[in-house]
């Protein structure tokens, strides 16, 4: 084998290295941006919860039903939070191997399956 050869293979693991690093976290900004959706609508039900219950005192009015179908979307909404933000802390969590797309420990230094140096 050649330098060349030795350099163009060194070269195509890198960005196939690089690749994989780009989408992961391609998908964990996804997660983020998710979060913070989540949370701008919950506090928008929070907000219409407190203008209902505002009108309803104010104007002597029934909003109890829209009100409790506005706390029950909070809770689904609570819910998928709480799954997205565990995702994004298992992903945090996580080394991958660049070699066997094994999954390691955050503070694993070698893969457990190869050996192969974790970056």
Sequence with gaps: MNVFDSVKKVVTKTAKDAAKVSGELVEQT?????????????????????????TATEYELDNGDKINSLISEIKALK?????????VKRNKSIKKCSVYDAENGAEDDYCSKCGNKLN
């Design 30 to 54: 996804k997660l983020k941006l998710k979060v913070v959706e989540l949370k701008d609508e919950i506090n928008e039900r929070y907000k219409k919860v407190g203008e209902l219950y505002y």
């Design 79 to 87: 819910s998928e939070l709480e799954d997205v933000e565990a995702e």
